[in-house]
């Protein structure tokens, strides 16, 4: 389930950048910089280490979702 809340981020990052939208992913940085952390850390399977991604997920789907509607509602 921990795997979960780190890859959202990722594929969000992916996402963006794959839409060519590079000024978009500024918000996702503080959550890419609390994983580039986790990988760094000697203690990285450690749940309260993760906790920070756990509040964090819910915001990024909610800014993927509102960046594909605007797209829908800008094509029609």
């Given at each position: 389930v921990m795997a979960a809340y780190v890859w959202v981020p990722i594929y969000a990052l992916v996402y963006i950048l794959a839409k060519k939208e590079k000024n978009?992913?500024?918000?996702?940085?503080?959550?890419l910089i609390m994983i580039a952390f986790l990988l760094?850390?000697?203690?990285?399977?450690?749940?309260?280490?993760?906790?920070?991604?756990?509040?964090?997920?819910?915001?990024?789907?909610?800014y993927i979702s509102t960046l594909k509607s605007r797209k829908i509602t800008k094509e029609s």
């Amino acid at each position: 389930v921990m795997a979960a809340y780190v890859w959202v981020p990722i594929y969000a990052l992916v996402y963006i950048l794959a839409k060519k939208e590079k000024n978009k992913f500024i918000p996702l940085i503080p959550a890419l910089i609390m994983i580039a952390f986790l990988l760094v850390s000697p203690v990285n399977n450690n749940r309260r280490y993760v906790f920070p991604l756990f509040y964090v997920t819910p915001m990024i789907i909610g800014y993927i979702s509102t960046l594909k509607s605007r797209k829908i509602t800008k094509e029609s």
